[in-house]
Every structure is written in C-alpha cells, then in structure tokens.
C-alpha cells in the first residue's frame, strides 16, 4: 500500500533567482574562455548553460487546494501541496490532483426494499481526495471509482431497509432520514477508503416507490391514514361519553338504567363518529317512547 507523503518543494522565485544567477556565471566563463582560446572552458560553459536551460523544465505552479504527485521513472517521490511557484526535479513528472470538495448526484436507482417492493432512490454524495497517493496509484480514475462504488453502496442499503417501517422502532428508507443518511456514509465510506477518498455527507435525494406499484402504495397509505384518523376518533368520542354519563350522575340529574345508558352510548356515538351531520329528532312522547 502506497501512502502519501507530503514534500516541500523549494519556492520557484529563489530558484529561478538562483538559475539566472548560474546562467549569467555560465556566460561569463564563456565569454573568458573565448578570450584565453581556451575549448575546455568554453565546452564546460554551455554545458552548464544547457543544464541551466534543463532546470527551467522543474517550475510548476500548485493551485490553492491542489496537490501535485511527483514521479521519478515511475516511482513515487511524494506529494506537494503548498500553494504558489514551486521547484522541483526536472525529471520528475507532476501530476495534479484536486484537493477540493465535490459532489454528485447518482442516478435513480430501481431497487427492491427489504419488503420486496420496487423502489426508485438517488442520493448526493459529497466527498474529497485525502490520501493523493492512494487515489493515484490504488484505483484506476478514482472520479468514477467515487460514482460506481457510492451507487453500489446505495444499492445495498437499499436493499437492507423497507420503505416504510412496519414495527414501532423500525428503521425506514422514508421515515429515519437520518439515521438512514449516516448509514449510507459510512458504507460508502469502507468502499471508497482504498481510493484515498473521504466521505464528507451522503443524503437521499429522491424517493419514491416504482410507477408500477405506486398506485396501489397510495391507496395502502391513504387506507392507513384513514384508520388512524377514525381511530382517534373513536377514543375522542368514547372519552367525550364517559364524560358525559359520569356528569350525570354525579349532577343528579337524571337516573339511567343499563338500557338507558346504553342507548344513550349508541346514540352519542353515532353522533361524535359519523361522517355527516345528523338530523335531530324531537321526541313529543315520553322517555320510554
């Protein structure tokens, strides 16, 4: 496993300032040689000209958030991240790599939740380059190493929750978002470390069951929505009676029988439960007619 190392490159100003001054001491024993008709100083003079020349090939410029991945003959000299005009090797090849934060959004994935049904799911990743080296030599073009591996990822969570929770406690794709998001990272996360790739946020960003059954999930939720509605309905009424029966007996100011009150529990229940307004009647008789 090749790790990063961090080099610190010379600045470029002292050594282009340190080449020019080498070049200038180059003309000037050219120019002595000439003089003293000496071939020895001439020859050695634009030699160390020519090697003046070469060393020029070493400047190269490092962007702020950049690194650049120095190579010698294909081994790996280390990584150099302090922004401006750098110097280094002339032989060295240097290759840049982005230390800034991306993101992507993936592609909207068909999958089947834990329950089976078929679902419809993106999420956006935003991630880093960390370890240079990794990412350089590990994996082959780790920017699409990054997109495959987090759709992978995104894949198999999928896969491992429904999309609604069926139990009290149950994770859900649609109710525990963050929880659910925290997950994702860090499985994303033990696929992409190999690349030197850090992980910094992944968040579902589409949701939805397939068009094939969505339908249906529609009506099963408005059926569920339906149910807990009228349930709380009926405590609601069933407490507003109890209310009302305990208040006239403790008021005096009716005396109820079982089939009285009975019949007054059906008739408040019709009243508090139904769905239209009901129509009263007036009883012209007695209690019992």
């Not at 049904?117 to 994996?139: G, K, L, Q």
Request: proline share 3%; aromatic share 6%; hydrophobic share 45%.
């Amino acid at each position: 496993m090749i790790q990063e190392k961090e080099r610190h490159a010379p600045h470029g100003l002292l050594a282009l300032l340190g080449l020019v001054i080498l070049l200038a001491g180059c003309v000037g024993v050219f120019l002595y040689g000439l003089q003293a008709h000496s071939a020895l100083v001439v020859l050695g003079a634009v030699l160390g000209a020519l090697g003046t020349v070469v060393c020029l090939a070493g400047f190269f410029i490092v962007n702020p958030n950049e690194a650049r991945v120095l190579q010698f003959f294909g081994s790996y000299v280390g990584t150099v991240k302090d922004p401006g005009l750098r110097w280094a090797c002339p032989f060295y090849s240097k290759r840049s790599v982005s230390l800034r934060v991306n993101n992507f959004e993936s592609q909207k994935l068909k999958v089947n939740d834990h329950s089976g049904n078929p679902i419809e799911i993106a999420a956006v990743v935003v991630w880093r380059v960390a370890d240079t080296a990794e990412a350089c030599f590990h994996v082959e073009h780790y920017t699409n190493f990054v997109h495959v591996q987090s759709e992978a990822a995104l894949r198999n969570l999928a896969s491992r929750y429904p999309y609604d929770a069926h139990g009290a406690g149950d994770l859900s794709l649609r109710s525990n978002t963050d929880e659910i998001a925290e997950k994702l990272k860090v499985e994303i996360q033990s696929r992409l470390t190999q690349a030197g790739v850090q992980v910094l946020e992944s968040r579902i960003s589409h949701l939805a069951y397939a068009p094939e059954i969505a339908g249906a999930m529609l009506r099963r939720q408005q059926a569920a929505a339906v149910v807990a509605a009228r349930q709380k309905i009926v405590e609601g009424a069933v407490g507003m009676v109890e209310m009302a029966l305990k208040s006239l007996a403790a008021q005096n100011i009716v005396e109820l029988d079982a089939d009285k009150k009975a019949t007054m529990v059906s008739n408040l229940l019709v009243v508090l439960c139904g769905e239209r307004d009901t129509s009263p009647v007036v009883n012209v008789g007695t209690l019992h007619q």
